[in-house]
């Protein structure tokens, strides 16, 4: 049995991985500041006696008693739309947050996980995407908080394993979905879905040209638990290769809801990437893990979370 401290735990992504890690007999303290995440995705697993939950922002100095074996930082404005609302908590989360975490895991003698992104690669000029290609970031564009906060955290888990031989894992997160996604999330499946199910038009930004390669939750989080079980201390994609363009993803979503809405196309975000999929030759080389759900499979999954979520709001 591990103690491991994952920030972010209330989020999205984070409860998920949390309750894989009860799951495995693993000891587990949540530390999250509610800007994104919500209590209520750790209902499953709150009471647990191996589980603990601090509403602490994670910016500030961290305290945990007892040992550590791992530190996992997730915490991230990894939406868009949250994001842009709140940009210097987003650079905060990504610097500061990256450097306390690193420092309590050097305290504990703890290994290290970070949640990277796909964003580190910005608006790609190579695709899919290998760990080697350096990316293509605009440092003052509009998503330049998330894109360069998660690369200077990429910089400073580097730095921390040089000076301090600290055992580091980095995964490059790409399009991830699933139940707990928030309704308000901004991104484009819980978006989808919820105009799809309201009888409302689909919102395609441009001519919904442009790509995203879409991770079902269950597979990021094998991915996430393979990663720790590796020795892999450089950075590796996590995400689902089988790449789609937005307005295909819009036709499948009234499809599969078996909606009469339409479709209506909206101004893209200014730099929105054209293009992103993961080269996962090196995941399946140094962690023998792939994604095993197709995105039918992964929406079907998903969809009826929305429901109701949909019927309380
Ligand atoms: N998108 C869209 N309509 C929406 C929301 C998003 O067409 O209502 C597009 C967005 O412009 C982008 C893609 O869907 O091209 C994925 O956006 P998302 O916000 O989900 O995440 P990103 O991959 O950009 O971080």
Redesign the pocket.
Known sequence: MSRILVTGGAGFLGSHLCEALIEAGHEVIVMDNQVSGQTENLQDIFHHERFSYYEHDITEFIHVSGELDWVLHLASLA??VFYKQHPIKTLKVGALGTHKTLGLAKTKDASYLFTSTSEVYGDPEVNPQPEDYRGNVDPYGPRSCYDESKRYGESLIRAYRDEHDLDVRVARIF?TYGPRMRLDD???IP?FVKQALNGEEL???GE?Q?T?SFCYVSDLVEGLVALMESNVQTPINIGNPDERT?LELAEKIIQVTDSSSGITHEP??PQ??TV?RPDLTKAEAELDWEPTVSLETGLDRTIPYFERQLRRS
């Open positions: 939406s868009p399009n901004g991104r484009v978006t919102t395609v930004h919904g442009q995203r937005i893209r975000p929105d990437p992103r």
